[in-house]
């Protein structure tokens, strides 16, 4: 039975040599058996699947140009004419040395991820200057290399404080949406097929779908939001400082249903404040709450609004209710 440990550098190493020894045309039986005793020792099946994996993982890079440049180098050369196809054996070789530069490549290019937990808020700064503040349960994957910035949202919210370089596009992706911009601050929150983009400052183009397909596109002046998962979305004006105050730990509400401000809330709390079904949830709230002070949150809202508040014992939801309706106290 293979014993797949952490490998070692030398197991990596012979697991290269390995896996050009096995390219080869005709592998003799000898060869195959010392191979299987080999992948006996500890670590020794886990290096050659990674040679492996990264073998497979170049034809989905290749097309890369910062890879395209790493494996370059390593070769030390430029790729060779492709009239005359290489000997067996020397082409496993070379795909050693493939496998080895897209490794490298891969590792120095690979975005580095930044998570948040449910009510936890997080400011990263870039190495290009650049800030993300990201909200609560959100993650970002960020790329930078000499001719782009790239930053996928993967969920949640983030506020991006982008420092201005002409050669360099800064580009937030999220969902089937991108955002491109150079010098400016912005705020991107992913919805289910697309996001919902403020502008602070500077300019961005907003881009919906893909390169193959056709596209919808705003421009967005400082004060403007979008929200592209609708196509004929047409930008709205905003108050910014309402928009972002998420940044700042609070949440402002002008005239906000009852129910919409819960929801908001909620994406801070891990137990829920729930609303009562029919009109109480219609009615208007206004005000500045501190993020997680939720009991700020639900006095403030029963005392205006005359509501009852109803605590779970058993998973401690919050139902807001009027007394003696659906659910609430008699």
Known sequence: MSLSTVPTDQARREATEWFARLNKRDVPLAEMQAWKLWLDAPGNKAAYDEVDAFWRKSEGLKDDPDIKAAVARALG???????????????????????????????????????????????????????????????????????????????????????????????????????????????????????????????????????????????????????????AERPSSVDVDTATSWASGRLVFRAVPLRAAVAEFNRYERHKIEVAEGPVGDALISGVFAIGDSDSFVGSVADLHDLTVVRSDKDGTVRLARAGENGGAR
Do not use: M
């Open 77 to 231: 050369r430029a790729a060779p004419p492709a009239a005359k196809p290489y000997p067996r054996g020397l082409a496993a070789a070379l795909a050693v040395g493939v496998v080895a530069a897209v490794a490298g490549g891969y590792a120095l290019f690979a975005p580095k991820v930044y998570s948040t937990g449910v009510g936890e808020q997080r400011t990263i700064q870039l190495a290009d200057g650049s800030t993300v503040v990201l909200d609560t349960d959100s993650q970002v994957a960020v790329r930078l290399t000499g001719a782009r910035r790239d930053i996928r949202l993967g969920r949640g919210q983030a506020l991006f404080d982008v420092a201005h370089d002409r050669r360099r596009p800064f580009v937030v992706t999220a969902g089937a949406t991108s955002v491109t911009a150079l010098g400016t601050r912005f705020d991107v929150r992913r919805e289910a097929s697309g996001a919902t983009v403020t502008l602070v400052s500077g300019s961005v183009e907003v881009r919906q779908g893909s390169a193959a397909q056709a596209q919808q596109i705003w421009r967005l002046t400082p004060g403007q939001r979008v929200a592209t998962e609708a196509a």
